[in-house]
T-cell receptor, first 113, second 114 residues
């Protein structure tokens, strides 16, 4: 149990386009999901906390107009990187909270050309 | 502030035990976690321990918690080449009243030599 999926697993896009990443909890409901960003050989940086039915809470330094988060149901949160630029290239990982534990998705590798 | 520290590298021989150490600063943490990340993949929850426990064992994994020293360790018995990965220690500063966000260490890269 406690499986979290992400789609797509890998995406390449042109600079200036927008990219949507989906995070789904497959066998449990999650009122809270988290979005992280991970640079090569570094730890995870929390970007935002996504709450079902309400606005996301963004960490300091994360632009909410650039990284749009929608948590429309108890099993789905989406992260849209708007007007992507090469510096947005990274590994994006989501997690879903179930009681005292967070379960992580497999990550999405974004490359902006 | 909240901070989690880990050594960056550990190298062991196959069959030996591995011990990965972690220190944290937030004494209010209710849960402490160990996650494993293989190259290009997400994080896999290995185990976690409630702060009122000293030890938790799960098959080859043993977690020791010294709350007084804010020190957490993960011991992997009979380490295999498949255990090669990055291991992240994480604390949850509180539960219930907060969002349940995690504070991660930088990760310890475990290399297992045949």
């Amino acid at each position: 149990g406690a499986v979290v999926s992400q789609h797509p697993s890998r995406v390449i896009c042109k600079s200036g386009t927008s990219v949507k990443i989906e995070c789904r909890s497959l066998d449990f409901q999650a009122t809270t999901m988290f979005w992280y960003r991970q640079f090569p050989k570094q730890s995870l940086m929390l970007m935002a906390t996504s709450n079902e039915g309400s606005k996301a809470t963004y960490e300091q330094g994360v632009e909410k107009d650039k990284f749009l988060i929608n948590h429309a149901s108890l099993t789905l949160s989406t992260l849209t990187v708007t007007s992507a630029h090469p510096e947005d290239s990274s590994f994006y990982i989501c997690s879903a909270r179930s009681w005292e534990t967070q379960y992580f998705g497999p990550g999405t590798r974004l490359l902006v050309l | 502030g909240e901070d989690v520290e880990q050594s960056l590298f550990l190298s062991v021989r196959e069959g030996d035990s591995s011990v990965i150490n972690c220190t944290y600063t937030d004494s209010s943490s209710t849960y402490l976690y160990w996650y494993k990340q293989e190259p290009g993949a997400g994080l896999q929850l290995l185990t976690y321990i409630f702060s009122n426990m000293d030890m938790k064992q799960d098959q080859r994994l043993t977690v020791l918690l010294n709350k007084k020293d804010k020190h957490l360790s993960l011991r992997i018995a009979d380490t295999q080449t498949g255990d090669s990965a990055i291991y992240f220690c994480a604390e949850s500063p509180s539960y219930g009243g907060s969002q349940g966000n995690l504070i991660f260490g930088k990760g310890t890269k475990l290399s297992v030599k045949p």
